[in-house]
DNA sequence: CCTTGCAATGAAACCGGTTGTATAGAATGC
DNA sequence: GCATTCTATACAACCGGTTTCATTGCAAGG
């Protein structure tokens, strides 16, 4: 590959003319201009990002910690971060992290050795859970998703409390008393979160919250389906179950048919995230709309923003979610 | 950051030698070695990767280029990738193509311009369709998925033809006769083989190929829902469809509820890719398994041969699928 | 005792760009 | 017409490591 020297030889002039030809052309005389343009042209000359990227110390990347890349939620957060990331002019690393701590500290590592030169992290683990002391100061960071709004740095979400309050008052609406929960893992906050929101919405309503209805189970169908089976063998006359992913409802619905329920007629069910299959689903998912391409660009900006060097207020973003009622929650009240 | 010269001095050697106590630890004295690691302690010291690239003028970066990441099927390719990836110590910087010629080109500049070592393409766009003469020659390029199995770099894939031939056999064993087929976009190679192997099973079976109930549509679950409310208003008496894909096969699976079929009493419906969505769906879907992420790992893995500099013979990799059969295809022998 | 060989380390070149400073020539001002 | 300013370009340092080659010191061999 021809390099800045060929082209300086063939042009005539010296390499420093014809770095300033690609960074800044004003500077130089029309003639020169077209020589070094045609000489480059001839040789097929790219500059070598390496050597750009060692001298000025930056990687324009940005690395984004994704616990499940082949869960469709991050997916499209992760989406949302491309689309920002072409917009910012800005690269983008992307690492399966599994939600494993050493695999998240190796990303760090990648930050602090110039490879990145920032992270977004779509896992709730804060960034001083992974990094000693007050080094973690030093890096652009920021958090998307399932983030503790009052940390450090930067946060970008949906607020999870009020979003779950929310679909909670739409069940009571619709006439359920009796709802059966199927949280996310037990020891997130967003589950901590939502589970807040619901007992919000039931004490509002002037019910009592029965906390021997509620399952714990991880983010997926898998996890859904198997809990939804603990918990309606086990809990009698539920009318509804208030499920804290689309990926848990999606399982419980096949739990529920499995088990004999006529959906949605026997049992109500809702979701959480409003992801593409709920639409497909039968029935189709009522569930709650997070913007997650929007909380990508979001996360994004804000990063571009840290790494502009504009010393930003820390700023926690909460976007708003919506309501998707389609018919797998059904009006009870008449009966 | 500390640099190399800052923990020399506090150790009171060469720069050099502290490079050695890194890479070859065994060409050092005990005693300087253990100097040398003190002081990189205190320090903090992290060599920047990005000088060692520029020095070593390679980046031990893969780049990964997907029409769509939110597409589940190619995200869990993509975690293949990544699995295999951390086994060859490479990094992995994705990029969502939208299938669009000039993102791709963008991918290649890249590689022409160290930010990366090699390509990885999921799309089925050869590398010559992108890249004028034989500059290709010099890029360490994998293909996989949809490939063509006869071009001048690596393929990593399954056979489309026989595979959709099983699945067809499947559909005649079972009974089905009018076979509506619910293709992929027309213009892409998979879809062509896929086809052909549809139409390899019928002919086997001494039937007759019947193009009019074919329609084609994007791959997609809107796509296979429009696709299959076109098909199924205008053809008669189909017993079962073919679907190319599984979300094309949720798409129709909604349509046909939508327009009053019983499924899977009133109609059979297959998929292909065996996606998780699918066991969810109701009626499960009966689909071919594509062994997605060992399609990612095998695709890193012949990257990883390229990059090692083993000249290797240009090999294409068919992998192993498989009938997975749950019960949205029925039985209709007995009718 | 002198030569040879090897182990341990340092000096300096090098990777390929970018950029601050110097310089030559042209344009402008009085 | 000479001093001054500006424009276009070249020179050389620099980014932070790695690696080649040279050098030193010590052990082994003749």
Redesign the pocket.
Known sequence: ?????DV?RRA?????????A???P????????ARVLAAATDLK????S???L????RTNTVLVMVPDIANVFFARVVSGIERGAVESKLNLVVSDTGDDMDIERVGIEMVQTYRADGLIQLGERPLNELLPNEEHAQIPFVQAISADPRGAYPTVGIDDRSSSAMMARHLIAQGHRRIGVIAGLQNRLVTQERLKGIKDAIADAGLDFDDTIVEYAPYSMGGGEQAAQRLLSRARHLTALFCMSDEIAIGAIRAAHDLGYDLPGDLSISGFDNIEFGKYCTPPLTTVMQPAEKIGEVAMALMSDMLTGQDMPVVHEMLPTELVIRSSVQNICGE
């Open positions: 590959m021809a390099q800045i020297r300086a005539g002039v010296s390499p420093a003319t014809v770095s300033r690609f960074s800044d004003a500077k130089l005389s029309k003639d020169t201009l000359y790219k500059p070598s390496l050597a750009q060692f001298r000025e110390k």
